[in-house]
């Protein structure tokens, strides 16, 4: 097998397998070094910041004074990178002092913090490659001249070490493969992540909007993404309701304190928004959790035996803290609805209910159409029991549960250590995206100690107090990763049952045809159908390759014809003919593929 030399960030060379994830990372590096140096070379007083090579990627972050590097400039970066290649590039290792160091790059606020950063001793490691030097942070390939099949990708912006309170930098992102095949076979599939991207399928079908300058993360849903997301939420309403849960409304905000008694403030406090001082001495907390709220619901009374299972449901607003970096559409948000739900059960209910609920998620898969998934029993890391709630008695009994639930149910399961919340042991539903990445989809979680720390009991048939137990599930996870999710398997072609607009109606003749046209929109509408009459003064042929663009369902074309025998032209998305059908007729087709979730019409 190939090897190739690669540099430590102490200086020590070894040969490692060309073939190995080490080495692509390696070779990745050194791309990125390459287009450090060719930055500094074509743009004088660039400040230079992070470059990382990280899985099938890297990125450079840069800032200038004038106008950033544009994508058009990416071509002529990408030639500056071949011909340091093609001259025999080689990365050389020097210990340079500190002072010299930053005497080089006294005018660049981010090189002078990440030299600081790794000084020891007056010292600090950089690799060199021509005039260029970098810290040395991770390893890279010597020697350029396999550096053939790369590309730049694109160009975006990315706050300095990811905090929004640090200057936003230019990120030049590429890759780098070894082979051909390999770069071509990347560059295809970020192309189809591309054209899947839910960011890009949002703005262009207008469903919904993140503004920074009004809040990072907290997305905006325009009319037809709060179509698309009120149809999935009664959905799950009406469902739950039909499972026996009582759905509640609970507040956004909580004291404090029922977050230390939960321990959440204790493991996840990171990931919470800071205490709200109401001046009185008095901490209110954006909940980034529903538990302790329905815990509530559940203590407002005393509960029996006869009560149980009590199963409770909401849709949940709640806040974590994301950095900025991190934020992403939909998929990564700081405000986000959980499809949310808590069962307080007996012992011996436990079996019976797991079993409910995870016929409930499978009932509500069949409906949205997600048939690639795989169950996940996340257990508790016995290496790493200190992020965890302490009680190994508790944790054997729950773990212990979980599984001979799945072993009852005779389903295929692989345990995952250290993936378990810190209070129980959970199943996870993992499911395929439409790139073929691991989504953690539903979950069903076996809770033993937060009805302890809130003191939890119902009155027995033994009249004794007894300790419920708490099962925390989530049937589709929150809205906000869900319409993501559902966007880019559906590549933004909703199946008609989801979509923003069902029907878009088109008279010829707007002078002669719009009233009929309106007539049949309101009878539509009448029957629960979202649909829009098109009385733009455009061209119908281009109205209804708009509609196509816009991915409706159905496109009805009126004209004469129409008027005279009462029926309507129909065009399916994705089809060129038109068929002619009585009204009545494209109204029992309509209503069947609507209540039969599209199954047969969905296509991705």
Known sequence: MAQVAVMSPDGQVNKIDKDSAESAAALRH??????????ESKYDGIRLGDAVAEDDQFWVDSDKDDQQVS?????????DIKKMAKDDAKVDFVERDVDEALA??????????????????GKVAMYKLGDTYAVAESPILVYGDVVKNFKLLSVAGAYWKGMSSNPMLQRIYGTAFYKKDDLAEDLKKRQEAKERDHRVIGNQLDLFFVDPKVGAGLPYWMPKGAAIRRTIERYIIDREVADGYEHVYTPVLMNLDAYKTSGHWEHYRDDMFPPMDMGDGEMLELRPMNCPSHIQIYKHHIRSYRDLPLRIAELGMMHRYEKSGALSGLQRVREMTLNDGHTFVALDQIRSEFAKILKLIMSVYKDFDITDYSFRLSLRDPKNTKKYYA????WERSQSMLKQAMDDL?????????????????LDIQTKTALG????????????????????????????EHMPVMIHRGVVGTMERFVAYLTEIYKGAFPTWLAPEQVHIIPVSDDKHGEYADKLGAELRAANIRVNVDHRNEKMGYKIREAQTQKV???LVVGDDEMANGSVSVRKYGEKDQNSMSKQDFMDELLADIASYSRKNNEK
């Open 437 to 464: 990445n691991d989504e953690t989809m539903s979950t069903i979680q076996l809770d033993f100690m937060l009805p302890e720390r809130f003191g939890l009991t119902y009155v027995g048939n033994d009249g004794k």
């Open 553 to 555: 369902p159905y496109t």
């Open 391 to 394: 009680n190994d008695e508790m």
């Open 104 to 121: 080089d790059v006294k005018n660049d606020q981010f090189s002078t913090e990440l030299i600081n950063a790794n000084a020891k001793d």
């Open 71 to 79: 994508a058009d400039e990416l071509e002529g970066l990408e030639a």
């Open 30 to 39: 050194l791309v990125a070094l390459m287009l450090k140096a060719a930055l």
């Open 410 to 426: 005779n389903l295929d399961y692989y345990e995952a250590e250290g993936e378990a919340a810190f209070y129980g042991p959970k």
